[in-house]
């Protein structure tokens, strides 16, 4: 069964350094999005992707946040300047588009801020 | 983000039994109703998922009952078993949208 794959599975980063977590979305599917899961608490939406354009996005994605979907299979969460409170669960998904199509959930990468 | 609320927290059932979870929401505009899995390590899996236009859904021994007029929804497990094991949230949205995750509830199965 096709699987949204993430790497790294964790990435340890300094406080103020920039971060690239990584993504392979299923290949037919054409919305993207991530999630945020800080430990003990709910999963929490960033951002969708469409059509190469953010088609949606919370008040977490702030400035420091950007993604990209620099080729065809690759999808990338950029965080600029890491905060400690960036420390996290980083989700990605990925749907076929349309209300009744599931999206699709990767491992996640947890993100440790130092 | 919209509100959802998950009801209980955590739950402990013993195999064979019952495992009754429930969510409400404030967002009239959401138009589907999803519950998630996860297991530790591993991220959110859908299970089940309802539209509004049916008040039940049943998968197997997962089944949905939907109440559009008290904004609610729970996920009835039948013969729970030590396999179902994990972190279950309920996750609305609107016409395929950003989901809105409640808070998770961790359920055991006991042998």
């Excluded at chain 2, 959110?44 to 609610?72: C, H, M, W, Y």
Aim: hydrophobic share 30%; charged share 20%.
């Amino acid at each position: 069964e096709p699987e949204v794959t993430q790497t790294p599975s964790h990435q340890v980063t300094q406080m103020g350094q920039e971060v690239i977590l990584r993504c392979v979305p299923i290949s037919n599917h054409l919305y993207f999005y991530w999630y945020r899961q800080i430990l003990g608490q709910k999963v929490e939406f960033l951002v969708s992707f469409y059509n190469n354009e953010i088609s949606e996005k919370s008040e977490i994605f702030d400035d420091q946040f950007s993604v990209e979907r620099p080729d065809g299979s690759n999808f990338t969460l950029k965080i600029r300047s890491t905060k400690l409170e960036d420390s996290a669960m980083y989700f990605c998904a990925s749907s076929e588009g349309g209300a009744d199509q599931p999206q699709h959930f990767g491992d996640g990468t947890r993100l440790s801020i130092l | 983000q919209q509100q959802v609320k998950q009801s209980p927290q955590s739950l402990i059932v013993q195999k064979g039994g019952i495992s009754i979870i429930n969510c409400a929401y404030e967002n009239t505009a959401f138009d589907y109703f999803p519950w998630y899995q996860q297991f530790p390590g591993k991220g959110p899996a859908l299970l089940i998922a309802i539209r509004p236009d049916v008040s039940e859904k049943k998968e197997g021994r997962f089944t949905i009952s939907f109440n559009k007029s008290a904004k609610q929804f729970s996920l009835h497990i039948m013969d729970s078993q030590p396999g179902d094991s994990a972190t279950y949230f309920c996750a609305p949205s609107h016409s395929g949208y950003a989901l809105n995750f409640g808070k998770g509830t961790s359920l055991l199965v006991t042998p």
